[in-house]
């Protein structure tokens, strides 16, 4: 096997910060930012919520689409290099675009249902083609873990940048702020997939598919890999469990702590995110050479429950102490953390295992899967938050805060005036409105991660040995 070289190493790895910080600004924090500095109707909010999940959608079936044509496209400059350039500078006009513009009413709604329908589609372009090239980088196991731990370590410094910042500038002054934060997080989206673009140097391999394929041949490419199946549909439930104790997550800090204080700690418990998720990108080399991946995906399926349990019980059995719930975010995400790694790697190894078998190799239409699966569970979980926000009655609450931020933004409110007329709109939540918010943040995640581990356990049958066996045959 060829060794991977370091430039192609760090400069594919790296190139992760800045996408993610880009995909992070707007899957975190693009509903906030309708949700308190629009003034909207119930009805206009619940029409772009269920834009959101049909674009989504759309956008997880889209995936594999776009994984076909990266496969039938065969460039000079390199079979994903192209892609992933011209999806970096078209996705950053788009989130610039969507954090400036701002038509009121359903003009608001329309042009959001445009410009969103872009946002998920060139970021496709950008997404299937990275991380379609990573798989083709190397077939070494151990390679392709530090591969994996490398990448996720810049992932989570390009989430972590954007999750930690945004709450603690926004408040008071919300419109000014996403604005301005939405062109440097597009910029930087540039900035680091030049690297990725110009520092890779890719690699071919013998046995790629020359012929041009069809969307039947994609499915049946899919659908004829019996360790692809399970896998997916773990990662489609794994990620509804990742996304929603964030998505939810500003709500929960503003209207358990208050509007004033709940950006300050939403950013400590996004230090809690990145030192859990970081932790356990830099330990998880070691907990593969402990433990079998099984046994991994068993310990840290009951510890990321653990969490959620103790996140459920906090103000009722627990004590509502910001300390306390930080250090159970971090569990979570930590456990949540080593789940996604050894989950990934065992998505990658399908590949393999479908070029042992069949004498072929997709790795830009296996990779879909897992971005198939991050986008329908992101539109699962949009739907979910939604849904919740508008039963509970909190979303009605939240267009109250809305107001003092459009009238802030046009200079008729003091960032303190917003502050305090907001927590005193907050204060009215009832204690039943905040326990629905608290069973959409921690009942449905434990299900999901649940249901995940059992599908693995009983269908994926990829050991290690097995996996080591596949590559010996393949690369003898």
Same mark, same amino acid.
């Given at each position: 096997m060829?060794?991977?070289?370091?430039?192609?190493?760090?400069?594919?790895t790296?190139?992760?910060?800045?996408?993610?910080?880009?995909?992070?600004?707007?899957? &975190?924090?693009?509903?906030?930012?309708?949700?308190?500095?629009?003034k909207?109707?119930?009805?206009?909010?619940?029409?772009?919520?269920?834009?959101?999940?049909?674009?989504?959608?759309?956008?997880?079936?889209?995936?594999?689409?776009?994984?076909?044509?990266?496969?039938?496209?065969?460039?000079?400059?390199?079979?994903?290099?192209?892609?992933?350039? $011209?999806g970096?500078i078209?996705?950053?006009?788009?989130?610039? #675009?969507?954090?400036?513009?701002?038509? +009121? =009413?359903?003009?608001?709604?329309?042009?959001?249902?445009?410009?969103?329908?872009?946002? =998920? &589609?060139?970021?496709?372009?950008n997404?299937?083609?990275?991380?379609? &090239?990573?798989?083709?980088?190397?077939?070494?196991?151990?390679?392709?873990?530090?591969?994996?731990?490398?990448?996720?370590?810049?992932?989570?410094?390009?989430?972590?940048?954007?999750?930690?910042?945004?709450?603690?500038?926004?408040?008071?002054?919300?419109?000014?702020?996403?604005?301005?934060?939405a062109?440097?997080?597009?910029?930087?989206?540039?900035?680091?997939?030049m690297? #990725?673009?110009? /520092?890779?140097?890719?690699?071919?391999? +013998?046995?790629?598919?020359?012929?041009?394929?069809?969307?039947?041949? &994609?499915?049946?490419?899919? /659908?004829?890999?019996?360790?692809?199946?399970?896998?997916?549909?773990?990662?489609?439930l794994?990620?509804?469990?990742?996304?929603?104790?964030?998505?939810?997550?500003?709500?929960?800090?503003?209207?358990?702590?208050?509007?004033?204080?709940?950006?300050?700690?939403?950013?400590?418990?996004?230090?809690?995110?990145?030192?859990?998720?970081?932790?356990?990108?830099?330990?998880?080399?070691?907990?593969?050479?402990?433990?079998?991946?099984?046994?991994?995906?068993?310990?840290?399926?009951?510890? $990321?429950?653990? /969490?959620?349990?103790?996140?459920?019980?906090? =103000? !009722?059995?627990?004590?509502?102490?910001?300390?306390?719930?930080?250090?159970?975010?971090?569990?979570?995400?930590?456990?949540?953390?080593?789940?996604n790694l050894?989950?990934?790697?065992?998505l990658?190894?399908?590949?393999?295992?479908?070029?042992?078998?069949?004498?072929?190799?997709?790795?830009?239409?296996?990779?879909?899967?897992?971005?198939?699966?991050?986008?329908?569970?992101?539109?699962?979980?949009?739907?979910?938050?939604?849904?919740?926000?508008?039963?509970?009655?909190? !979303?009605?609450?939240?267009?109250?805060?809305?107001?003092l931020?459009?009238?802030?933004?046009?200079?008729?409110?003091?960032?303190?005036?917003?502050?305090v007329?907001?927590?005193?709109?907050?204060?009215?939540?009832?204690?039943?409105?905040?326990?629905?918010l608290?069973?959409?943040? $921690?009942?449905?995640?434990?299900?999901?991660?649940? #249901?995940?581990?059992?599908?693995?356990?009983?269908?994926?049958?990829?050991?290690?040995?097995?996996?080591?066996?596949?590559?010996?045959?393949?690369?003898?």
């Amino acid at each position: 096997m060829e060794k991977l070289d370091k430039r192609t190493k760090w400069s594919y790895t790296i190139g992760a910060t800045g996408r993610d910080a880009a995909y992070a600004l707007v899957s &975190m924090y693009l509903m906030t930012y309708i949700q308190y500095t629009m003034k909207l109707s119930v009805a206009q909010f619940a029409v772009i919520s269920a834009i959101i999940v049909v674009c989504l959608i759309w956008d997880a079936i889209n995936d594999p689409l776009m994984g076909i044509i990266i496969e039938n496209c065969h460039f000079k400059t390199g079979k994903y290099k192209p892609w992933i350039f $011209t999806g970096s500078i078209l996705n950053a006009l788009v989130i610039i #675009t969507i954090f400036t513009l701002r038509p +009121q =009413g359903w003009a608001f709604v329309a042009f959001f249902g445009v410009f969103y329908l872009l946002w =998920g &589609m060139t970021y496709t372009m950008n997404d299937i083609s990275y991380w379609g &090239m990573l798989p083709s980088l190397s077939s070494d196991a151990k390679e392709r873990n530090t591969l994996v731990t490398m990448m996720s370590i810049f992932v989570c410094v390009g989430q972590f940048s954007v999750a930690g910042i945004v709450p603690t500038i926004i408040a008071g002054n919300a419109i000014k702020a996403y604005r301005s934060v939405a062109l440097v997080v597009a910029l930087s989206f540039i900035a680091f997939q030049m690297l #990725t673009t110009f /520092g890779v140097k890719e690699r071919k391999h +013998q046995s790629e598919n020359k012929e041009k394929l069809s969307l039947k041949d &994609m499915f049946k490419i899919i /659908g004829r890999n019996d360790q692809l199946v399970p896998a997916g549909i773990s990662c489609l439930l794994f990620n509804i469990c990742n996304g929603l104790l964030i998505m939810f997550g500003m709500n929960f800090f503003y209207f358990e702590f208050g509007y004033s204080e709940g950006g300050n700690l939403v950013f400590i418990f996004t230090v809690m995110y990145g030192l859990g998720t970081l932790s356990s990108q830099i330990l998880f080399p070691l907990i593969t050479k402990t433990f079998k991946r099984k046994k991994t995906l068993t310990i840290f399926t009951i510890t $990321t429950i653990c /969490g959620y349990l103790l996140l459920l019980s906090i =103000g !009722y059995l627990l004590p509502k102490n910001p300390i306390l719930i930080n250090i159970i975010g971090f569990l979570i995400f930590f456990s949540q953390g080593v789940f996604n790694l050894t989950l990934v790697v065992m998505l990658n190894n399908t590949i393999e295992y479908d070029e042992y078998k069949f004498h072929e190799r997709h790795d830009s239409i296996i990779s879909t899967v897992r971005s198939f699966s991050v986008k329908l569970s992101s539109a699962i979980n949009q739907g979910i938050v939604n849904l919740v926000l508008i039963i509970s009655g909190i !979303y009605q609450i939240s267009q109250k805060v809305s107001s003092l931020e459009v009238e802030a933004g046009t200079g008729q409110l003091s960032s303190q005036e917003v502050l305090v007329q907001a927590d005193n709109f907050i204060s009215t939540a009832s204690s039943g409105q905040l326990f629905v918010l608290r069973l959409g943040i $921690t009942i449905i995640p434990i299900l999901a991660i649940l #249901t995940a581990w059992l599908i693995l356990k009983k269908k994926y049958k990829i050991t290690e040995e097995e996996y080591e066996k596949i590559c010996c045959e393949l690369y003898k």
